[in-house]
């Protein structure tokens, strides 16, 4: 039996239409299932990371920085960076509040006297954000509900991610840290550090803060080109150590990614404005697990600075 020819071309458009539904639903069901991938993929920043300089942050391109050596090296290959021997902050820098930059100029004098000034790392005591950063090696171990960064001088840090900040902080030694990811990259949020205790410094320097710190940290891996520019800045104010004289050089021909950290500082208490810093990383010549050696700090009281009795620490009474 042959149909009308009206009635085909309906049943043919039916058909198309249908055609055309079931194209569109599996579009969205795809466009769905990439958006879902997108949303849960991280990137990886897993492995060891060296940063072979002391002692301090790299400076940004533009815009207010960090504290920098007023000491530089006269003689040598690296004529003109930062004097590692002697740590004399710059108290003229204009980030500085007044109390906070004659902090800055008396430990100067003690460093240009010959003498060693006291930090969390020489003294034994927990290292907070940013003056962690200074540590020539790092590890990030990445799981889904939290961020462990291990550190070369043994501190650890752990960052909860995608959780509130609770709506009062108690101050501790490394503050309370957030974290998320955003695409490509980590961002970490830190506040409550505390501040009443010895050695409440941001860097090498003894630049002090106040319990309004707020640290934010972001993390992301960068091709060479872009760490070159980091990294030719940085060595023009950070001395860089030598082949073999620690475990966290890297290979200068390396031209894989690099784990680039980018961090602001706030306090309204020591700083007139907002700055910024970056530590850019690379793998090491030294594969795991020989990078990371046995580390005591206080086993040996007068090691720190030598000839001196190091302030570990220590209670008056038990805390329970």
Same mark, same amino acid.
């Given at each position: 039996?042959?149909?009308?020819?009206?009635?085909?071309?309906?049943?043919?458009?039916?058909?198309?239409?249908?055609?055309?539904?079931?194209?569109?639903?599996?579009?969205?069901?795809?466009?769905?299932?990439?958006g879902a991938q997108q949303r849960t993929a991280q990137p990886d920043f897993s492995g060891l990371w060296g940063h072979p300089y002391w002692p301090s942050f790299e400076p940004p391109a533009s815009g207010p920085g960090p504290v920098t050596n007023r000491s530089r090296m006269r003689v040598g290959p690296q004529v003109g960076v930062g004097n590692p021997r002697e740590l004399v902050g710059d108290y003229t820098s204009p980030v500085l509040k007044p109390w906070a930059a004659e902090v800055l100029k008396k430990r100067g004098e003690t460093e240009i006297s010959g003498a060693a000034s006291p930090t969390p790392y020489n003294q034994c005591w927990p290292q907070a954000v940013p003056f962690i950063f200074f540590n020539f090696g790092m590890q990030m171990l990445q799981q889904p509900d939290k961020v462990t960064l291990l550190y070369f001088s043994h501190p650890f840090r752990q960052v909860r991610l995608?959780?509130? +900040?609770?709506?009062?902080?108690?101050?501790?030694? +490394?503050?309370?840290s957030v974290g998320r990811y955003e695409g490509d990259t980590l961002v970490v949020d830190t506040v409550g550090i505390k501040a009443d205790r010895p050695f409440a410094m941001v860097d090498m320097y003894g630049t002090p803060h106040t319990e309004a710190l707020h640290v934010v940290e972001r993390y992301r891996l960068v091709d060479y080109e872009v760490a070159k520019e980091a990294l030719d800045r940085n060595a023009k104010e950070?001395?860089?150590?030598?082949?073999?004289?620690?475990?966290?050089?890297?290979?200068?021909?390396?031209?894989g990614k690099h784990l680039q950290l980018e961090f602001t500082v706030?306090?309204?208490?020591?700083?007139?404005?907002?700055?910024?810093? +970056?530590?850019?990383?690379?793998r090491p010549r030294v594969t795991f697990p020989s990078a990371w050696s046995e580390f005591i700090c206080a086993e040996n009281r007068r090691e720190h600075p030598e000839g001196t009795e190091a302030e570990v620490p220590h209670a008056d009474k038990v805390d329970f």
């Open positions: 039996m042959k149909l009308p020819a009206t009635r085909c071309r309906a049943q043919e458009d039916q058909m198309s239409k249908l055609h055309l539904a079931l194209a569109i639903a599996a579009t969205i069901l795809s466009v769905g299932d990439a995608n959780q509130q +900040r609770p709506a009062h902080v108690m101050p501790s030694w +490394r503050g309370h950070n001395f860089r150590f030598s082949p073999g004289t620690q475990p966290f050089d890297f290979d200068p021909n390396y031209r706030e306090d309204e208490g020591a700083f007139t404005r907002a700055w910024s810093g +970056r530590v850019t990383y690379a």
